[in-house]
């Protein structure tokens, strides 16, 4: 027996050492198979796939429908009507005017009054639209020909050209008289509800939100439709703390103003409307009514709810000892 216990020593310790042997060739292989923490993995190998190359542009995201339009800038545009206006503030006197317009093949002619007005007399072949649904009409309105808008006394006139030129029409005008004048300049006059209008499609008009916003002022006129008639009423509200407002322009202000008034030239309304108060009462006026008409939309567009017009001509204040 003890001839045989260094053979079996020698077998033990062989034995060990190939099991030493496998273990480490299994830990060389680990190693060869798990790629080092350390190194960076290069993602901008020009041989690598770009994960965007099988994105098709069908399936990018699309673009919020829903997303808000940019809001409208009612401020901008008023101004941008206002600053623009022509010389000549797109009216004219004359009943041979209005007749030379009306002649004109397309032409229309728009009366602002009441149903009831209109129908007891008006001008040949003019259509009836009472200033209040002017926006809810405006497919009888044509954009490509001539319009010239009438009222009674000129004030509803002077309004309805502003209100459609901040809808977007530029192919407007008033005449600044009262009716009778159409009559007594020798023109028929007609009765009754009129012929059919006809019916041009709805506009394609710039801002269809500042329709809106002048439909929503058109439809909230109040009965006496913002004016004073009689210069007993603007001196009656001077009096009372009232600030009057001069729409003319300088040179016509330097040289003569009501007592105290502000002067803002009509063009520069959109511009400047923040240096006037709203915690008192303003009456407007210009030389002949006209500009003040014309504001009446404007001011209220660009909120003031305390705005009245004097609708007749200065010299009418200078005499009644407003001005200075």
Do not use: K
């Not at 159409?182 to 329709?211: H, I, K, N, Q, R």
């Amino acid at each position: 027996m003890r001839a045989t216990r260094p053979w079996m020593l020698l077998a033990a310790l062989a034995a060990a050492l190939l099991l030493l042997a496998a273990c480490e060739a299994d830990e060389e292989e680990a190693a060869e198979e798990e790629p080092d923490d350390d190194i960076a993995v290069d993602f901008d190998d020009d041989d690598a796939d770009d994960p965007d190359d099988d994105v098709d542009e069908d399936d990018e995201p699309a673009e919020d429908d829903d997303e808000p339009a940019d809001e409208l800038d009612v401020e901008a545009e008023v101004d941008a009507y206002a600053s623009t206006l022509p010389d000549g503030w797109l009216m004219f006197r004359e009943a041979d005017e209005l007749e030379e317009i009306r002649e004109v093949e397309g032409s229309v002619i728009v009366d602002v009054r009441g149903a009831d007005d209109y129908e007891e007399g008006h001008i040949p072949e003019s259509i009836n639209i009472p200033i209040r649904e002017l926006a809810d009409n405006l497919d009888l309105i044509p954009t490509d020909a001539p319009v010239a808008v009438t009222c009674q006394t000129g004030w509803r006139t002077g309004m309805a050209v502003a209100a459609l030129g901040l809808m977007g029409y530029d192919n407007v005008e008033g005449w600044a008289n009262e009716f009778p004048e159409w009559e007594e300049a020798g023109y028929d006059v007609e009765s009754g509800e009129g012929e059919e209008p006809e019916v041009f499609g709805e506009p394609d008009l710039p801002e269809p939100e500042m329709v809106d916003e002048v439909g929503a002022w058109l439809a909230g006129l109040p009965d006496g439709w913002l004016l004073m008639r009689e210069t007993d009423e603007v001196a009656d509200a001077l009096d009372a703390g009232a600030q009057a407002l001069d729409l003319r322009g300088e040179d016509d202000f330097e040289e003569s103003q009501v007592e105290d008034a502000m002067n803002i030239p009509i063009r520069e309304l959109g511009a400047r409307h923040d240096e006037l108060p709203t915690d008192v009462d303003i009456v407007t006026h210009c030389a002949s009514g006209w500009r003040c008409a014309m504001s009446m939309p404007m001011l209220g567009l660009l909120g003031y709810d305390n705005v009245s017009g004097f609708p007749g001509m200065f010299d009418d204040l200078d005499e009644a000892g407003l001005t200075t």
